[in-house]
């Protein structure tokens, strides 16, 4: 008998050294970059190795820090617009049940630590660069080539679990079959909208990718109202395995003109927040502590009257309740929404750069509008989108501009590193087809002479300075105020 489990014990060492190694037997001590070297290093990686399938690579790096991608559970946002906010809004709910909340944000405006958070707080330095070399010493050592937006995603797997956290939000900006977040098994998916350039109907493949990222199990919901992509939605969630819960319809009782503008999208976080608080998150001594000051969490009934007592806790602690919470919400996010009312003149920035988005921001004009008369409105304009369908945007000025006086001022733009973009517009051209909508227009060099002359053309207390067309302009604007770090706003 001793004998034979000597024999098993030989064998399950042999195995044991044949095992595939994990984080312990690959991360070393490695080289040490710093922080600047780092971000260098992931400015020029965006694009490596686009050649071999991203899930294979993802697959090892994540095999060698023991699989964080299947121990944590994840909320990916998806869709054509809203993302950030619905992001940055589920995190709020979650965070005031009580839940330690992890983020990860797509892109970023000035710094990569803007896509990593953990109950709001954005990563410090320090630990952004520790992660990194840890990361990217274990790639070295796994002889693969990672592109940043893997080694990014590793990272804040780390950070997560390194922080223990209940949920990982994650920002997903690209469905394709390139995007290391195939890598997940998502607990929810929510899908803002999908729309395409010409029409709020899109095609069947269009949907299909967006859906590649479900999973059997996964419980689907979106805010989009077509019914047609709805439908197809519905459809492919079914034969994936997943859970499809009712479309989103009314808006959250956002303050104003936020409701108009990022209702829909706090709508489709209270309820994806809802869903994981009831199906996988409370159903244990968490939420028997708490329930009592539970937004989301489903109560069972008192049976009978209250007594004394309750009524008297209830007078103590008075229930929270979710409008309350909208009420007190921060409904802005720097570097995709912001409206700088303090400025002068006010500044509204937007990171739109399709014509979906346009109409967004063009809406959030005339809510400004109407809720104190503008003397005067510049558009600070500066897109790098050549698919934004021209003809189109510029009926869309032209209607705007009609109803609402102001002016247009081109700028060109280059796409920061990990921003959508690809050629800059012939700002000249540009400028010529909006004057021919009989729109006041004006070309600019840079961005620097396209806010002077803005700050110029309206009135310093009540003007408004629109600062919109892809996430590049905005990083130009807060680069152009000295600013080198921005943070995510805690509610």
Not at 181 to 205: G, L, Y
Not at 431 to 446: E, L, P, Q, V, Y
Request: aromatic residues 6%.
């Amino acid at each position: 008998m001793t004998q034979i489990n000597v024999s098993v014990g030989k064998i399950m060492k042999e195995r044991n050294m044949q095992k595939t190694p994990t984080v312990k037997d690959i991360v070393g001590a490695g080289k040490q970059r710093s922080y600047s070297e780092i971000v260098e290093f992931l400015d020029k990686n965006w694009s490596a190795n686009a050649t071999e399938p991203t899930l294979i690579r993802m697959k090892q790096l994540d095999h060698a820090f023991d699989s964080l991608s299947q121990k944590i559970d994840t909320i990916l946002i998806s869709g054509t617009n809203g993302k950030s906010l619905t992001a940055y809004f589920t995190t709020q709910l979650l965070q005031a049940e009580e839940l330690s909340v992890g983020t990860f944000y797509s892109p970023h405006t000035l710094t990569y630590n803007e896509r990593f958070s953990i109950n709001g707080e954005t990563i410090a330095n320090k630990i952004f660069t520790e992660l990194a070399n840890e990361v990217l010493n274990t790639i070295e050592n796994l002889q693969l080539t990672s592109n940043t937006y893997e080694i990014l995603t590793m990272m804040a797997l780390l950070h997560f679990k390194n922080n223990s956290i209940d949920i990982a939000v994650i920002e997903v900006s690209d469905t394709s079959s390139k995007n290391a977040v195939h890598i997940f098994n998502p607990k929810v998916v929510a899908i803002t909208r999908i729309t395409e350039q010409e029409t709020p109907h899109a095609d069947a493949q269009t949907i299909t990718q967006m859906l590649s990222i479900v999973k059997a199990g996964t419980h689907v919901v979106s805010a989009d109202q077509s019914k047609l992509n709805l439908h197809a939605i519905q459809t492919l969630a079914t034969q994936k395995g997943a859970t499809w819960a009712m479309p989103i319809r009314k808006l959250a009782p956002l303050s104003y003109p936020f409701e108009q503008l990022h209702g829909r999208c706090a709508a489709l976080a209270e309820r994806v927040a809802h869903i994981y608080i009831n199906i996988f998150a409370h159903k244990d001594a968490i939420i028997v502590s708490s329930a009592h000051n539970s937004l989301l969490a489903k109560q069972k009934g008192q049976r009978g009257r209250p007594t004394t007592e309750a009524k008297r806790q209830a007078e103590m602690h008075p229930k929270k309740t979710i409008e309350q919470f909208w009420k007190d919400t921060t409904n802005c996010l720097p570097g995709r929404f912001q409206l700088l009312d303090k400025e002068k003149p006010s500044i509204l920035l937007d990171n739109a750069g399709n014509l979906d988005a346009f109409k967004n921001v063009l809406l959030g004009i005339r809510l400004l509008h109407y809720q104190r008369p503008l003397k005067g409105l510049t558009v600070i304009l500066g897109c790098n989108r050549s698919d934004l369908n021209m003809q189109e945007f510029l009926k869309l000025l032209r209607y705007f501009f009609k109803k609402t006086s102001g002016q247009v001022i081109v700028c060109p733009i280059e796409p920061a590193p990990g921003h959508h973009g690809d050629q800059v517009w012939n700002v000249e051209q540009v400028t010529n087809d909006i004057k021919s909508m009989k729109i006041k227009a004006r070309a600019s060099k840079n961005f620097k002479e396209a806010f002077e002359m803005a700050q110029k053309s309206v009135d310093e207390r009540h003007g408004l300075v629109v600062i919109t067309g892809s996430p590049s302009i905005i990083t130009e604007y807060w680069k152009n105020k000295g600013i080198k770090r921005i943070t995510t706003p805690t509610a």
